[in-house]
């Protein structure tokens, strides 16, 4: 999905830097990729994509560990539990919230 995303922006970017339609055709686009970002319907797709990312990210992490257990060495073993506890609610590394 992200490299779809990717790709979509790409070439969004590229049309809209590549277009010959003047300041019009650019000032409508920006207009609609506004509204669009505002839309509430995208940016709770947005937040729920986040939040499932990071749960998987959570499971993955508890997966490992529990199957490497003991092996990991010490630096690792830290930052899983790092990120262990960084899991619950709250804010993220973005300064964003999880809700």
Do not use: C, H
């Not at 992200?2 to 055709?25: P, Q």
């Not at 560990?65 to 899983?80: F, I, N, T």
């Amino acid at each position: 999905m992200r490299y779809r995303l990717t790709f979509i922006g790409g070439v969004v970017v590229g049309y809209v830097l590549g277009a010959r339609a003047g300041r019009e055709r650019y000032e409508q686009l920006r207009k609609n990729v506004q509204r669009v970002a505002q839309n509430p319907a995208v940016r709770n797709a947005a937040e729920t994509a986040g939040q499932t990312g990071r749960g998987v990210a959570l499971k993955a992490v508890d997966a490992v560990a529990s199957k490497v257990g003991d092996k990991l060495p010490p630096q690792v073993a830290e930052r899983v539990r790092r990120l262990r506890s960084n899991g619950g609610p709250g804010e993220d590394d973005w300064g964003t919230s999880n809700t």
